[in-house]
């Protein structure tokens, strides 16, 4: 578990989304999930995301999923070509329905996966079908938590708790990201006395020390292979 504590304004959408690309590229790790808990920041945070990994051309890289899009709508992302594919012009591709994000949002297929706090606790904690097609994808990933402290605090035990499963025993690296870091390390590595013998969560701050030196295009097509 990594904890990236930068002031406002300071880049942490840049830093933690390149070192989670990093670290998932070094580690083998199979997908980024960036987690955030406005809906306004996080179409934000994928336009940023958008504009960096998506190529001009090719298969897409960043998957935007929260209670706001809509994928009925044209794609405005459409992939740019030349000339004609199959008939079927620039434009015309770009007035059609958003198919690819609407098939990748139902087991969340991407390789880099920009969402609501509330869509990931759902993932992990519903009971629906579109909830639990998307568990198993949580399994050897990046998660990164932005703003970390507005996680409600009456639900902090079951959320830590779960939290603490995927990194203990599913591969994942959790990443905690705000201004103003809450003491959530410690509440994470609290544990009954007759579960002391697991693997403890390993925690380290971040500096732009460890996020730089990131090749954004190599780590995010390492996550498309």
């Not at 390149?18 to 199979?30: N, S, V």
């Not at 297929?109 to 869509?119: E, G, K, L, M, Q």
């Not at 009456?154 to 959320?159: G, H, K, V």
């Given at each position: 578990m990594y904890?990236l504590?930068l002031?406002t304004?300071?880049?942490?959408?840049?830093?933690g989304?390149?070192?989670?690309?990093?670290?998932?590229?070094?580690?083998?790790?199979?997908?980024?999930?960036?987690?955030?808990?406005?809906?306004?920041?996080?179409?934000?945070?994928?336009?940023?995301?958008?504009?960096?990994?998506d190529?001009?051309?090719g298969?897409?890289?960043?998957?935007?999923?929260?209670?706001?899009?809509?994928?009925?709508?044209p794609?405005?992302?459409?992939?740019?070509?030349?000339?004609?594919?199959?008939?079927?012009?620039?434009?015309?591709?770009?007035?059609?329905?958003?198919?690819?994000?609407?098939?990748?949002?139902?087991n969340w297929?991407?390789?880099?996966?920009?969402?609501?706090?509330?869509?990931l606790?759902?993932?992990l904690f519903?009971?629906?079908?579109?909830?639990?097609?998307?568990?198993?994808?949580?399994?050897?990933?990046?998660?990164?938590?932005?703003?970390?402290?507005?996680l409600?605090d009456?639900?902090?035990?079951?959320?830590l708790?779960?939290?603490?499963?995927l990194?203990?025993?599913?591969?994942v690296?959790?990443?905690?990201?705000?201004?103003t870091?809450?003491?959530l390390?410690?509440?994470?590595?609290?544990?009954?006395?007759?579960?002391?013998?697991?693997?403890?969560?390993?925690?380290?701050?971040?500096?732009?020390?460890?996020?730089?030196?990131?090749s954004?295009?190599?780590?995010?097509?390492?996550?498309?292979?």
């Open positions: 904890r504590h002031p304004g300071a880049g942490k959408t840049f830093a989304g390149g070192f989670a690309l990093r670290h998932a590229a070094l580690r083998g790790l199979r997908r980024v999930i960036v987690a955030v808990p406005f809906i306004s920041i996080t179409e934000q945070n994928a336009a940023v995301y958008r504009s960096l990994l190529p001009e051309h298969p897409r890289t960043v998957l935007e999923h929260h209670s706001a899009v809509n994928f009925e709508a794609d405005r992302h459409a992939p740019r070509s030349l000339g004609t594919s199959g008939g079927v012009s620039q434009d015309q591709r770009r007035a059609r329905p958003n198919r690819w994000a609407k098939l990748a949002a139902e297929d991407a390789p880099f996966i920009v969402t609501t706090t509330v869509r606790i759902e993932s519903g009971n629906s079908r579109s909830a639990t097609r998307r568990l198993h994808r949580l399994a050897n990933s990046v998660i990164v938590l932005d703003e970390v402290q507005a409600p009456t639900l902090l035990t079951p959320i708790s779960g939290l603490r499963e990194v203990e025993h599913y591969g690296t959790l990443v905690l990201s705000s201004a870091q809450p003491e390390a410690t509440l994470m590595a609290d544990r009954p006395a007759t579960a002391r013998h697991r693997r403890q969560p390993r925690t380290a701050f971040l500096s732009f020390a460890l996020c730089g030196g990131v954004v295009t190599e780590s995010s097509q390492t996550l498309s292979r």
